[in-house]
């Protein structure tokens, strides 16, 4: 989720040469405080079950022998 977060930050505010380092602080703490206005959610539809039988070659099942 962190990733996707990440890519919106990126396509919605980070699209563009910034001169410095204080403009970029100014720039995403906008973004940031727009973003939590909006209350935006990420609709994560990969449940843990989900995960779990998609994923099940990953992560075998120990041996109890």
Request: hydrophobic share 40%; charged share 25%.
């Amino acid at each position: 989720m962190v990733e996707l977060e990440f890519s919106v930050l990126s396509r919605q505010c980070l699209n563009r040469r910034i001169p410095s380092v204080d403009v970029l602080t100014r720039e995403v703490s906008a973004w940031e405080d727009d973003r939590n206005a909006q209350n935006a959610r990420v609709n994560w539809q990969f449940s843990a079950a989900d995960a779990r039988s998609r994923l099940a070659r990953l992560y075998p099942t120990p041996s109890l022998s």
